[in-house]
């Protein structure tokens, strides 16, 4: 039997790996018979291929042989094995793309045939509902149509920036943790609105819808948040009351603080 040749391989399809490939089939991006899905988990991987019309394997070797992309999607510590094992496979003719927090692109470059290109990215969790921030970078190898394939399988799940590796721990400690930030804000504000007597459905709903329209409101007008935040702040007002208690509770410290403990653990993990 002839293996079919895949344009892309999903390699570890967890939560990301497989909110990808799902994405890159409903957007078009890629055609069903062009995925393949592989999972060391053989239900898991082939609960994801059916869902999509794909293709499923076991063997990450196998599944590096037949396609023209791979996407690393495993956790940051089965990196290394991970490559160790599909080495034979690789080639400089095809884009590894990796989504391992913290594995720099000169680790899994060393791991892999000399002049493969190689592109590190950092999504987060909002990608399984096509909101997700993704931000990438390149190896020395990766050329422009490289940085294509990526801009459209990571457009699919949200918006996608292009930065110096370097910058890509305090990418993970603001919007790869960034989403838990918000959970734990959204839940406390949720929690707020039933002590004053709101149901908790409801109280929730307010919270989120509020939180969504906020961010909205900053990547659509691009105006500082400063500036927003003060144009609902009237002198006297409720929200300038509401402002005060933030601040006396440090939320703004905190918040940056939360930021700068999770880059220096994403800079511990690879190193």
């Known amino acids: 039997m002839v293996e079919q040749t895949k344009k892309i391989a999903f390699i570890g399809v967890g939560a990301m790996g497989s909110a990808l490939a799902k994405s890159a089939v409903a957007s078009g991006v890629y055609r069903p018979e062009e995925v ?3 999972d060391i988990a053989e239900p898991q991987a082939r609960r994801v291929a059916n869902e999509i019309g794909a293709e499923s394997e076991v063997d990450p070797a196998a599944a590096v042989r037949r396609a023209s992309t791979v996407v690393i999607a495993v956790k940051p510590k089965d990196v290394s094995g ?3 094992a599909v080495r034979p496979a ?4 095809k884009l590894f793309i990796s989504v391992a927090a913290g594995i720099s692109i000169r680790t899994i470059e060393g791991l892999l045939p000399e002049g493969t290109p190689v592109v590190r ?3 987060n969790t909002p990608c399984l509902v096509g909101a997700g921030m993704s931000v ?3 190896g020395s190898s990766a050329k422009p149509q ?3 394939v990526v801009s459209r399988l990571f457009g699919a799940v949200g918006l996608v920036e292009k930065a110096e590796e370097s910058l890509l721990d305090a990418v993970t400690g603001l919007s790869g943790s960034g989403p838990a930030y918000f959970f734990l804000m959204l839940e406390a504000l949720a929690d707020g609105g039933v002590k004053m007597g709101l149901p908790r459905t409801l109280a929730l709903k307010l919270a989120a819808q509020t939180c969504l329209g906020a961010a909205k409101m900053v990547l659509d007008t691009g105006e500082h948040p400063a500036v927003l935040k003060d144009r609902v702040a009237s002198p006297g007002g409720t929200t300038i009351a509401g402002l005060s208690a933030l ?4 939320v703004r410290w905190s918040l940056i603080r939360a930021v700068e403990l999770a ?3 994403s800079r511990e993990i690879g190193s």
């Open 146 to 148: 490289h940085e294509e």
């Open 36 to 38: 393949l899905v592989c």
């Open 90 to 93: 690789a080639t400089p003719q």
């Open 263 to 265: 880059t220096q653990r």
């Open 247 to 250: 601040e006396e509770g440090r």
């Open 121 to 123: 990215v950092m999504p």
């Open 136 to 138: 990438y970078a390149v």
């Open 82 to 84: 991970l490559l160790d």
